[in-house]
């Protein structure tokens, strides 16, 4: 359709008229998403036309078509100054039903309310998807955003998740996702003012129906239960993203402090559970795992204390099957082989954070991860165990991945540096040992429990024929002047020399000796000054 003829009509069109045009529109560019740079004017003004249909009473099924053509221009953030006014985003917040302050007493006391009638929900779905969009694509807009408060429309409608529609609540999360990704100032307005971590915090709960048993204590996942359905899963994974926002680089107090360990016994809870499908299940696995790296380290001893379920003795009553369900996350990630550094290191990160503050973590996970050893005559990153694959991991060409990945080994071992080389050989480990200053030896600066490590007999008997560098007993090698005879040593010393020579002639390499006072020289310089010492010294 020609833009022009559409802005022509839509001035002189009916209601119902306005709705036919933009749904013939819609329908031509549902799955347009690279608009033409020559009509960027008319789209402009055909966002100012639509915003002013719908600042007029119009019926639902106007405001959803009208909604639907906003949408499709949103995606092209060159003409969305028309939407990103005062004027634009109350129009859409108010579609949206993200109410004031005002609006919510009135909303909490009205049931009628709480229950949107079809043609009206399906208003509220366009409204959120188009301020999504329009966050998104244009900063003006986030600042609108702030300026008007949305943040507290946003907090409202949390408030009453439990009414929500699917569509309703995954665009309510995208957008508060969105809008505190995007606007760091505006985390500190929702942590503070709305209290959006422990409204995000009671959305968890709903959506995944945690039972608590205990003050940090959910009840135990049934084994043969459903999966999660997947709509729930999508609401879930948006609420952890900007949980996720809400907590980065915020230690809080005393009173955060309840608040985070109520939110690791969500994840706790998230952790033990399945989805529909695997890929589903590891992607929400992975954003509790992002969230999980943004508690404070000493919340994380309410993974594993969990009094009713109880516990394993030898690891003092601590229950680790998340713990377990963390390790066999992070063997799928490595045994993906792409996308370490946003797959991997964050598991790797929390793993070794957990094993540094807690003693019965690191226990735990050295047991499944470093047995004692007893392949000595393997080279550590050869093999399918999980070692093997993590030491392979130190030599990774991603700087941020290798460094993970020797860490971790490294707090598993008590940062002991004479206790990693036993299972990893120096080679692999040179580069982290370098990094920490620690290539002479030694052992890093957290102090851990003074148990020792038990070796095994194979591992006594061969320790003094290991290869410190490679990490593993390696086989004679046969010597090559063996069968030879003396004139046959003294053919390929004489070409040895001979190629050197000509390397030396042709600036290859450069012969070097020492001068007296310590320093490296060409041979033939230190050679001159040679004769002199000599006749020196004799003068004496």
Request: with cysteine; aromatic share 4%; net charge negative.
């Amino acid at each position: 359709m020609d833009l022009g003829n559409i802005l022509t009509q839509l001035e002189i069109a009916n209601e119902e008229e306005i709705c036919e045009l933009l749904k013939q529109y819609n329908e031509e560019n549902s799955h347009t998403f690279a608009f033409d740079q020559k009509e960027e004017t008319l789209r402009s003004k055909l966002c100012r036309s639509v915003l002013t249909v719908l600042g007029r009473q119009v019926q639902p099924i106007c405001k959803k078509t009208c909604l639907e053509t906003l949408r499709i221009l949103s995606r092209d953030k060159r003409v969305l100054a028309p939407v990103a006014t005062r004027e634009g985003i109350t129009i859409l917040g108010g579609m949206a039903k993200l109410c004031t302050e005002e609006e919510v007493g009135d909303k909490e006391d009205s049931k009628e309310a709480a229950v949107l009638m079809e043609a009206e929900r399906l208003v509220v779905v366009e409204a959120l998807k188009c301020l999504c969009n329009v966050v998104y694509n244009s900063p003006a807009a986030q600042q609108v955003c702030v300026d008007v408060q949305l943040a507290h429309g946003l907090c409202a409608s949390l408030r009453t998740s439990h009414t929500w529609h699917h569509e309703v609540g995954l665009f309510t999360l995208r957008l508060l996702f969105l809008l505190s990704a995007l606007r760091p100032d505006v985390r500190g307005v929702l942590r503070k003012e709305h209290d959006g971590v422990r409204l995000l915090s009671e959305v968890l709960e709903h959506i995944l129906d945690v039972q608590w048993v205990g003050t940090y204590e959910t009840t135990c996942p049934d084994p043969q239960a459903l999966p999660v359905p997947a709509e729930d899963n999508e609401r879930v994974m948006e609420a952890l993203k900007a949980m996720f926002n809400l907590t980065l680089s915020y230690n809080g107090d005393e009173e955060d402090d309840h608040q985070f360990r109520i939110i690791a016994a969500i994840l706790r809870h998230l952790l033990m559970l399945k989805t529909e499908t695997e890929e589903k299940t590891e992607e929400a696995h992975s954003h509790a795992v992002n969230l999980l790296n943004n508690l404070p380290v000493s919340c994380l001893d309410v993974l594993i204390d969990v009094p009713v379920q109880g516990g394993q003795e030898k690891y003092d009553g601590k229950n680790m099957d998340v713990i377990q369900a963390l390790l066999d996350f992070m063997e799928k990630r490595i045994n993906k082989g792409s996308n370490y550094k946003e797959g991997l290191t964050p598991v790797l990160s929390l793993l070794t954070e957990g094993s540094r503050h807690h003693r019965e973590i690191r226990r735990y996970i050295k047991a499944q991860v470093l047995p004692p050893r007893k392949d000595v005559k393997i080279r550590p990153e050869i093999g399918t165990t999980i070692k093997n694959k993590l030491v392979r991991l130190m030599t990774h060409v991603d700087l941020g991945v290798k460094q993970a990945a020797a860490e971790f080994l490294f707090v598993l071992c008590k940062e002991r540096v004479d206790n990693l080389l036993k299972y990893t050989g120096y080679g692999n480990a040179a580069g982290l040992l370098v990094y920490r200053g620690l290539h002479e030896g030694g052992r890093g600066d957290t102090q851990y429990s003074d148990d020792e490590d038990s070796d095994t007999e194979e591992y006594k008997c061969a320790k003094p024929f290991i290869n410190p560098i490679t990490g593993h007993v390696e086989e004679p090698m046969p010597n090559p002047m063996e069968e030879m005879t003396e004139e046959q040593k003294e053919y390929e010393a004489q070409k040895l020399i001979n190629m050197l020579d000509k390397l030396s002639r042709q600036n290859v390499i450069r012969p070097m000796g020492v001068r007296p006072d310590g320093t490296l020289a060409p041979l033939e310089e230190t050679l001159c000054d040679a004769p002199e010492e000599i006749s020196a010294s004799d003068s004496d």
